[in-house]
């Protein structure tokens, strides 16, 4: 996906189509909770279904994608699974969550089954037999014999934490559960990765009860998603990754670890211990405007590579569009900690992207393309649009503002924290006075008044006879200006 952008002090217009990212953080608990929903009292399907259930049917097809499902077990999704078929399924699982491949069998103890599957789930501790040396390989699986494989795959995957859960249930059939699978039906349902039907005999965990295929699909991928590792392919996945800060992320892609790595060094760099949320914005902040540019040439040609359109050209060629600067500054925020948003709309009429952020529990709009000049000018900060809100930014910005999270609070503003915010003519010409009275070569305010900024400028600078020349830029409501001296 490409956004291209206009810069303010360029003027420039782009069309582009509109495409909306929104990234937010997904609690581990919600999506167990919604897994072991599935795993209460299925929904009645027609005999005549042979495609996965509506419910079903995106896990279903990442949980294909993903390589937890054996090309045998693919189809009649509403059938029972079998043992054979859920071992099969279990041996991805337990590969995709530790990101290694379960050793072939050297032995086989089942009379009734050769199935490669089956021998190498029995090899890694996961699954056991039915007694005299068979496995019952087209037994329909019960939940507790689910349960116990389950859970028995988290724990040679080296997640047994992840059962450690305070969703206690009581079950009134808990008598008809084996004993050698009370320990993991308590766990799991603990963990709210299994839970029982509502009946009206009460909770139930229904432990001879089958489950079918597409139950175990999307529970199988609901617990890969939310537990093992997040496997990166692109840059769009890794900007996706860094969100789920609790799981380990495993690239794939060289150019997308060379991106992670580098944002990884740069925040080391800058970022100290003892620094707050908003501190460690700005350093972020700070850092992308002083070593990139806008790559402002090859929008003017319509070359702009694809470096530009990255993460990528900020970090390591020092030139960016819009979304190479939304995709770092996320990247980064997210890597120090701070829930970023990257939010697309229309700024001046063209297509841009910029940032929402989390700072101590309020939201705010962080635009790092705008608060970076065009042309570039070396050792130039500017904060025109650091941390403002939604309804100063609609002031030349453009979004579905429904879709994300509203920004009103002005406590991380950099103007407000810093107390250059002027209300009045009169605010503003006793600031700049007073930069005038101790010769400060630059002062810098925003002008939140009506009026005309630009002629009370004029007076207070010109009334007091010491100023030869004066100049300055501005950038919505921020002014900067640049006082020179008579001798």
């Known amino acids: 996906m490409r956004i291209l952008n206009d810069q303010p002090s360029s003027n420039l217009a782009v069309v582009t189509a509109s495409q909306k990212i929104k ?31 509506a419910w079903a049917e995106d896990d279903t097809y990442e949980a294909f994608r993903n390589g937890l499902i054996p090309d045998m077990v ?9 043992r054979a078929e ?4 279990i041996v991805r699982l337990y590969e995709r969550l530790t ?5 072939a069998a050297v032995s086989n103890p089942f ?14 501790g996961i699954i056991g037999g039915t007694g005299a040396g068979k496995f019952s390989p087209d037994a329909a699986v019960t939940r507790e014999q689910l349960a116990v494989m389950l859970y028995n795959t988290l724990v040679k995957a080296g997640l047994k934490d992840a059962t450690n859960g305070d969703k206690a249930a009581a079950f009134t059939d808990s008598s008809s559960i084996a004993s050698w699978a009370a320990e993991a039906v308590s766990k799991l349902a ?41 496997y990166v392919e692109s840059e769009y996945d890794l900007l996706d990754a860094v969100e789920r800060r609790d799981q380990r992320i495993i690239i794939k892609d060289s150019r997308t670890k060379k991106i992670y790595d580098e944002a990884v060094r740069i925040n080391n760099e800058i970022l100290k211990p003892d620094m707050t949320e908003v501190d460690k914005e700005l350093a972020i902040h700070d850092y992308i405007v002083l070593h990139t540019a806008y790559d402002y040439d090859n929008y003017l040609k319509d070359t702009i590579p ?13 030139t960016a569009v819009c979304q190479g600067y939304a995709y770092a500054a996320h990247l980064m ?19 841009h992207a910029w940032n929402k952020v989390n700072i101590d529990g309020d939201y705010y709009n962080l635009d790092v393309t705008w608060d970076d000049p065009v042309p570039d000018e070396e050792g130039r900060l500017v904060y025109a649009y650091f941390n403002v809100t939604d309804e100063q930014l609609a002031k030349d910005h453009e979004w579905e503002m429904d879709s994300f999270p509203y920004a009103a609070a002005t406590a991380a503003n950099y103007y407000e924290s810093k107390g250059l915010v002027v209300r009045s003519a009169e605010e503003m010409k006793a600031r700049v006075s007073a930069a005038i009275a101790s010769r400060a070569e630059t002062v810098s305010f925003r002008a939140d008044y009506e009026g005309s900024v630009q002629s009370d400028l004029r007076e207070v600078i010109f009334s007091g006879g010491s100023v030869s020349r004066y100049s300055y830029s501005y950038n919505g409501t921020v002014y900067e200006v640049t006082l020179e001296y008579r001798s």
């Open 306 to 318: 694809d470096d530009s359109y990255s993460a990528y050209g900020v970090l390591f060629k020092g």
């Open 333 to 351: 925020l997210e890597l120090a900690g701070i829930d970023s948003i990257i939010v697309t709309g229309t700024a001046n009429g063209g297509g």
């Open 111 to 124: 009379k009734d089954t050769k199935d490669a599957d089956v021998l190498k789930a029995f090899a890694l």
């Open 74 to 82: 693919w189809g009649n999704f509403q059938d029972k699974i079998t």
């Open 99 to 103: 990101d290694s491949k379960a050793a």
């Open 23 to 53: 990234r937010k953080l997904v609690g581990a608990a919600a999506i167990m909770i919604c897994a072991s929903a599935l795993l209460t009292v299925p929904a009645p399907v027609s005999a005549a279904s042979h495609g996965p259930s």
């Open 86 to 89: 859920l071992s099969g399924v």
């Open 190 to 230: 603990g963990s709210g990765i299994m839970q029982g039907a509502n009946t009206k005999n009460g909770l139930q965990f229904q432990p001879k009860a089958s489950v079918t295929r597409e139950q175990i699909f999307v529970l199988a991928n609901r617990i890969s998603n939310d537990l093992g590792p997040l």
